[in-house]
């Protein structure tokens, strides 16, 4: 059993639309991050969060600690979005778990 | 700007070759990790380490070994590659211990080993 669930495993959408990706953990956690992964491997950190919500641009990411999930929104898509978004948790214990990734697609 | 730099973006090794890949940041951090990524298993931690000359095992040290001489460079070594160790390489270094720091990653290592 995974640590931290994240879903859709694929998403496909077209340019302009609202993408949702959604995380679920099951540890206690410091922190929770979003990551971004481009083709050809290299990460980002888009967010950290330990509660409420964050903005950056277009991306938007929630955290709500009592059910232990967690959002990454993204409005007016476009495909330079297109990449693999990871949800990862740093937990109590210092303990670092990483979702399996979402991997975006965004069609012009 | 923050940077984490990895030697090699593509790598092709012969099993039972010993390999290292090198890691360096230039933000004076003390915590650098090495993970691994592969499809359906997501980022996968190998080793990690603390401080200089520091290291911990994470969850899949088996094969592997890592030096930290000093606290901007930290090696991974492949002591005798074998197949199952082509992978995604990722260094990554955060600043401190303390609760919520985020981190920050190399742009990876593409390993093949044949």
């Known amino acids: 059993k995974n640590e931290v669930e994240q879903s859709p495993q694929n998403l496909t959408a077209q340019e302009g639309e609202f993408i949702t990706i959604n995380c679920s953990y099951s540890v206690g956690i410091s922190a929770l991050h979003w990551l971004q992964q481009h083709p050809g491997g290299g990460i980002v950190s888009l967010f950290m969060?330990?509660?409420g919500k964050k903005k950056h641009g277009r991306l938007i990411a929630t955290i709500n600690i009592q059910e232990k999930h967690s959002s990454l929104h993204i409005t007016a898509s476009h495909p330079r979005d297109s990449a693999v978004y990871i949800c990862a948790v740093r937990s109590s214990g210092n303990q670092f778990y990483f979702g399996t990734g979402t991997s975006l697609t965004v069609i012009p | 700007d923050v940077k984490v730099t990895q030697s090699s973006r593509y790598l092709v090794k012969r099993t039972g070759e010993k390999v290292f890949l090198e890691c360096v940041q230039d933000?004076?951090?003390?915590?650098m990790f090495w993970y691994r990524q592969d499809p359906g298993l997501g980022l996968r931690l190998i080793y990690f380490?603390?401080?200089?000359?520091?290291?911990e095992k994470g969850d899949i040290p088996e094969g592997y070994s890592v030096s930290r001489e000093k606290k901007e460079r930290f090696s991974l070594i492949l002591e005798s590659a074998s197949t199952n160790q082509t992978s995604m390489y990722l260094c990554?270094?955060?600043?401190?211990?303390?609760?919520?720091?985020?981190?920050?990653f190399g742009s990876g290592t593409r390993l093949t080993v044949v």
């Open positions: 969060l330990s509660s």
């Open positions: 990554a270094s955060s600043p401190g211990q303390g609760i919520g720091y985020g981190y920050t």
């Open positions: 933000m004076d951090h003390e915590n």
């Open positions: 380490s603390y401080d200089v000359k520091m290291k």
